[in-house]
């Protein structure tokens, strides 16, 4: 028999993975301790988890890979073949369709009478911003800022310095974040950098006492100093979505929660392992959330399927968005089951979270 961790050694998965695939029903143990709840796995379940890693590269359904596991166990290789033929031809079609969008989209862009340009290189701002409010701003954006090195004007912060207001938004395509703080000293016009991440990190590192600090942005070079430390580096050349468009959503239920109750709600009650995050392709747990007729918010359990109000996030998501949110009451506002769930302040509506939903698998 192997644990857990010998077979995400040798079957090429992550215990989580098999977490996730055990309560799927893909790959189940073939004993789990009463006691302790370890899972435990006999030596022919290596070539299915081996198989089942190379399915979930290739792309496939888990739909699809609970028969092809049955198949394989069964020595059907009829079915085996017909499914891995099947999905070979879903992929190519669907990078055919890629294609000819992608070339569609190339032209429109090479034809735009106003093409974009990059984020200025020439503007000089300089402003001055209350610690707490900056630091407060870096904590709530931080979460939702993007790894992928594909897109890497994902990989930072932006700084719209707007007015008197400066905005920070983070955002890796299934969730961002906006928050903001009061600036006083600048008086030109907008400026927008992409600070990348290392950076703000160090800036934030500099965030503490209850002073103002210095934020400067010559070019593509950002500064900012705090009593007699200071922190500088590039701006990230890349341009930043225009997140403005991205916030007017249409209205919503909203429900105030108290969020160590919620958080906790969250942690202890029930999640449907059938989503898979589509930056990674790893597995993840989902809440599926409803807001009542009375106002509250509940975690529905995995067979209240059928109210079309619920909508299913991940959970590890969520509860980010909720450390970061930094309040003890929090207004959650789910509209319909495709469109985004926000997470705002009571306090401050425009420092906000937005977490996209995860379709249900049925």
């Known amino acids: 028999m192997r644990s857990i961790g010998e077979m995400a050694r040798d079957g090429g998965l992550s215990a989580s993975a098999l977490r996730f695939y055990d309560r799927a ?32 590269r290739a ?14 166990a069964g020595a059907d290789a009829d079915l ?29 862009l090479d034809h735009r009478e106003n093409p ?25 954006v931080r979460f939702a800022a993007g790894t992928d090195a594909e897109l890497p004007m994902l990989g930072g912060v932006l700084f719209d310095i707007e007015g008197e207001d400066l905005h920070l938004v983070a955002t890796d395509r299934y969730r961002m974040a906006v928050a903001r703080a009061r600036t006083s000293g600048h008086g030109g016009p907008q400026t927008q950098v992409v600070v990348p991440l290392p950076l703000a990190d160090a800036m934030r590192a ?23 430390r200071q922190t500088a ?22 429900a105030r929660i108290d969020t160590t109750a919620f958080r906790e709600a969250l942690e202890t009650g029930p999640v449907r392992a059938s989503g898979t995050r589509e930056q990674d392709g790893e597995p993840c747990d989902l809440s599926v959330l409803r807001v009542t007729e009375n ?25 980010h968005a909720l450390t970061a949110g930094a309040r003890d009451e929090l207004i959650l506002e789910l509209g ?25 698998e049925n």
């Open 206 to 228: 500099l965030l503490t006492g209850e002073e103002s600090a210095l934020l400067s942005a010559d070019g593509d070079r950002v500064t900012l100093e705090a009593g007699d």
């Open 59 to 72: 792309g496939m359904p888990l739909a699809d890979i609970r028969l092809v596991l049955a198949g394989w």
């Open 116 to 140: 974009m340009t990059s984020l200025s290189t020439t503007t000089v701002a300089q402003l001055s911003v209350p610690v707490p409010e900056l630091a407060a701003a870096l904590d709530t």
């Open 233 to 254: 580096g590039q701006s990230l050349g890349h341009e930043f979505p225009d997140y403005r468009r991205l916030v007017h959503l249409p209205a919503g239920q909203r």
């Open 25 to 56: 029903g893909v790959l189940v143990p073939a004993w789990v301790d009463p006691v302790s709840g370890y899972r435990w796995y006999e030596p022919r379940q290596l070539e299915e988890a081996r198989l089942l890693a190379r399915l979930r």
């Open 295 to 319: 106002g509250t918010v509940i975690v529905c359990a995995d067979d209240d399927d059928d109210d079309q109000n619920n909508v299913a996030v991940n959970r590890e998501f969520l509860l």
């Open 80 to 108: 085996v073949r017909g499914l891995l033929e099947a999905h070979l031809r879903r992929l190519e079609r669907g990078l055919s369709e890629a294609r000819s969008e992608f070339s569609t989209l190339r032209a429109l």
């Open 336 to 360: 319909a089951p495709t469109a985004p769930l926000a997470i705002r302040r009571p306090d401050d509506e425009k420092a906000f979270s937005l977490l996209m939903p995860v379709r249900l």
